[in-house]
């Protein structure tokens, strides 16, 4: 799971954009929760401004958490909902104004959660460290709701683990396949042919991606393999073949 934590000015805007659908879309947004907040989209304006009030100099009362499952990730509303309280207990908001809508314009699922940072005492919920917080949020998450887990960003590691290298075992995969693949290939058409029978969808414009079997996207520059890289190792390639040849060969060719 990853997460993201925005703090904003209005909420006006935050909400619109959580509710409404986009342009040449249907509905594209469920509410999940209220949390001390209820009503239309009106109705929720109204009241997440009304706290607002009680904290006139805060200038970004907004708090706009988004949280992204795996595509491999397919919990119910009810436990999406379930991982949203857990966030607003772990974040420390439980207690504050928010509300929590569900987005489905996307193949991975996804949810937003607006907070009110005035607490009903005037008081306002600290936005310090929120990286952090939100990072450690995901990991405990991936545990207690059994989603798939992502490499922790690095700066929160311990020292000597910051110093060993990340290990992605999707990515040496391809890179192995690709390695295997231009070796058997003759020309970049072979290697494309041969990229898919190993069960990967190619991309190719200005460079080249890589998707395999579970719809995870790659690109080749990811893994040492740009398009450019690509077409000259099969050039060398081509050029080592015909200096092996035999001479009589060779000539054939000529004539």
Not at 64 to 70: A, D, E, G, K, N
Not at 74 to 96: T, V, Y
Not at 154 to 173: C, N
Not at 244 to 251: C, E, F, I, N, Y
């Amino acid at each position: 799971m990853i997460g993201k934590i925005i703090i904003g000015k209005g909420f006006k805007g935050c909400i619109s954009y959580c509710l409404n659908p986009k342009k040449g879309e249907s509905e594209r947004a469920e509410v999940l929760h209220f949390n001390n907040c209820f009503g239309t989209k009106a109705e929720l304006i109204r009241q997440f401004e009304e706290v607002q009030g009680l904290n006139p100099k805060l200038g970004k009362p907004v708090m706009h958490v988004i949280l992204s499952l795996s595509p491999e990730d397919k919990p119910s509303p009810g436990s999406m909902e379930d991982i949203a309280q857990h966030c607003a207990e772990e974040l420390g908001f439980s207690d504050c104004q928010y509300l929590v809508v569900a987005h489905n314009d996307t193949r991975h699922q996804h949810i937003h959660i607006i907070v009110n940072r005035v607490r009903y005492d005037g008081k306002t919920l600290s936005d310090s460290n929120n990286y952090k917080k939100i990072v450690q949020f995901c990991r405990k998450a991936e545990l207690r709701f059994g989603l798939k887990k992502v490499l922790m960003p690095r700066r929160f590691l311990p020292p000597v683990i910051q110093r060993l290298p990340r290990r992605d075992a999707r990515k040496e995969s391809l890179k192995e396949d690709i390695k295997a693949a231009l070796v058997r290939a003759g020309d970049f058409t072979s290697f494309l042919s041969l990229m898919e029978n190993k069960g990967y969808k190619v991309e190719k414009s200005r460079g080249i991606a890589f998707i395999d079997a579970k719809n995870v996207r790659i690109k080749g520059s990811e893994v040492g393999y740009s398009l450019s890289t690509i077409q000259q190792t099969l050039d060398r390639i081509q050029r080592k073949q015909w200096i092996m040849q035999p001479v009589s060969r060779k000539r054939g060719m000529r004539m």
